[in-house]
Nanobody
């Protein structure tokens, strides 16, 4: 059974930083692509960042230069470092095993002005 658990969300002021973590179990983590998505109220879930087994990364235009996705295969964990946060970044952030299609439960990120 694949299980993904996100953590690290919270309330932060604009301009601040947060680091999200996603701990995975029950999957061939080191070979799978992993991704972070987010969903704001009333909006469709969107891809924020993606990282492959080869550490090729993809970012939404809105977060380029501010967010960094990384992975630690020894810990079966993927991270999302979020800097220079804006109120528009507010939403529920979901970790996804993009190869197998498994989702975490989500963690709330709220950025105040």
């Amino acid at each position: 059974q694949v299980h993904l658990v996100e953590s690290g969300g919270g309330l932060v002021q604009a301009g601040g930083s947060l680091r999200l973590s996603c701990a995975a179990s029950g999957s061939p983590f080191s070979t799978n692509a992993m991704a972070w998505y987010r969903q704001a109220p009333g909006k469709q879930r969107e891809l924020v960042a993606r990282i492959t087994r080869y550490r090729f990364t993809t970012y939404a235009d809105s977060v380029k230069g501010r967010f960094t996705i990384s992975r630690d295969n020894t810990k079966n964990t993927v991270y999302l470092q979020m800097n220079s946060l804006k109120p528009e970044d507010t939403g529920v952030y979901y970790c996804n095993d993009d190869t197998a299609g498994y989702w975490g439960q989500g963690t709330q990120v709220t950025v105040s002005s």
